[in-house]
């Protein structure tokens, strides 16, 4: 029997679950909804199913086993996670989970009070070469953590409004916030400035274009994130973790390491974009052990983001995570 899946949100990222998903021969889309409708209606031709007007609707009628939640981070709440926690529907959603913490907190409580398994697509966390990276670190006393994700502006307008996505760090950066703390640990402490340099004549355009956070993480380790969305024509994202006589990076595909007894690399081998769909199958199916990272660890990475943010807002101030709630 096919596993009927559901999908809030149908833009580009949505596009690369759904045909991930019904590729499976175990999987079938049913139920699409999306702010622009014929949106929705253009993937339930590509993709088999049915158009709906509401989340309401497509929950009610569709008889979903599990829902997949691609909406940009101002959607959230009320109107989407609600009702598909009152079904008692599994889900998985992209990152981040939320735009702000009290939406976060009230879906989480909806998540726990129905057990419900989820999970959040930090495809870092079933990448090989990230999970051998953390292996290689589990025996080592990390000392600092740098990372980056330095690139262009996104073309998607809600991005550049800060009410609306959060600004670059909640919206994009949360990847390489989310794998520093996969690798090194929780997040205790954040201070962090911003500033707009390169893109004051972008129309309609509020979010900060550089930015640089030092971290504090509850080990004792320090470290600092730092992104952009200001350059052209060249781009990267990774991070580095220095411990005793020992260094690792992870860049795109490839894990790098050096240390007393030599260096070498290992190359990616295994999709976490794959691994996410399939860990969120095998959870529908009951067995939540490939969940490497569930709604209430998505708020984790969330609160700190957030809290970064506060700390840019007064002047760089040192936030501790549980400031922000």
Not at 5 to 31: K, N, Y
Not at 240 to 249: G, H, Q
Not at 274 to 298: C, P, Q
Request: charged share 20%; aromatic share 8%; glycine share 12%.
């Amino acid at each position: 029997m096919a596993i009927r899946l559901g999908f809030i949100g149908t833009g580009g990222v949505a596009q690369g679950h759904m045909q991930r998903l019904t590729g499976m021969a175990e999987v079938e889309g049913v139920g699409y909804v999306d702010a622009l409708a014929d949106r929705a209606e253009a993937a339930a031709e590509k993709f088999g199913g049915k158009a709906y007007r509401s989340v309401e609707e497509m929950v009610g009628e569709a008889n979903l086993d599990g829902v997949v939640i691609c909406t940009p981070p101002f959607a959230h709440g009320a109107g989407i996670e609600e009702p598909v926690c009152e079904a008692g529907l599994p889900f998985l959603i992209e990152k981040p989970v939320a735009l702000d913490m009290g939406t976060a907190r009230q879906v989480e409580a909806w998540v726990k009070a129905k057990d419900l398994a989820t999970v959040v697509a930090y495809k870092y966390r079933w990448d090989d070469h990230v999970n051998k990276a953390r292996d290689m670190l589990a025996d080592k006393i990390v000392g600092l953590v740098h990372g980056d994700f330095w690139g262009g502006l996104p073309g998607t307008p809600w991005w550049r409004v800060m009410a609306e996505s959060g600004g670059q760090l909640v919206e994009q950066t949360t990847h390489i916030v989310d794998m520093a703390r996969y690798l090194c640990g929780e997040i205790e402490a954040v201070q962090a400035l911003y500033a707009l340099r390169g893109l004051q004549d972008v129309e309609n355009l509020d979010v900060p274009d550089v930015g640089t956070v030092n971290v504090v993480f509850a080990s004792g380790a320090v470290g600092n994130i730092s992104n952009t969305c200001m350059l052209q024509g060249w781009g990267t994202s990774g991070l580095r973790v220095m411990a005793k006589a020992f260094t690792l990076e992870v860049r795109g595909s490839l894990l790098s390491w050096a240390g007393a007894e030599g260096s070498d690399s290992f190359t990616q081998s295994q999709d976490g974009y794959m691994g996410e769909d399939v860990a969120f199958i095998e959870a529908i199916k009951g067995n939540r052990s490939l969940i490497n990272t569930d709604y209430a660890d998505g708020v984790k990475t969330l609160a700190a983001t957030i809290a970064a943010n506060v700390s840019a807002a007064e002047g760089g101030r040192l936030v501790k995570v549980s400031e922000v709630g």
